[in-house]
């Protein structure tokens, strides 16, 4: 998975706001599955990758916060359990 497309995930709910509610359930299922990303042996590229993995996930989240957050729909109710 590309993590500048991860990172779209954020820029797509800031831009549409409390409308992202309804793609909660399979972004976090992407987001869950892209943080659980790891390489047994890694090495130089792989890490910098995982570095820049995890930069975009928390991107992401940060920007689907601030989108719910705009159309005062900032409560998160339905978060997979093992996030």
């Known amino acids: ?3 500048r497309i991860i990172e779209c995930l954020g820029d797509i709910a800031m831009a549409i706001g409390g409308h992202f509610e309804r793609y909660m359930p399979s972004t976090m ?3 869950s599955a892209a943080s659980a990303t790891k390489f047994d042996n890694p090495n130089a590229d ?3 990758y995982l570095k820049t993995l995890r930069e975009s996930i928390l991107a992401a989240y ?3 916060v ?3 957050h705009t159309d005062n729909k900032g409560t998160i109710q339905s ?3 093992r996030l």
């Open 62 to 64: 940060t920007g689907i």
């Open 79 to 81: 978060v997979p359990a």
């Open 29 to 31: 299922m992407i987001l």
């Open 46 to 48: 792989f890490a910098e």
């Open 1 to 3: 998975m590309k993590p």
């Open 66 to 68: 601030q989108g719910l």
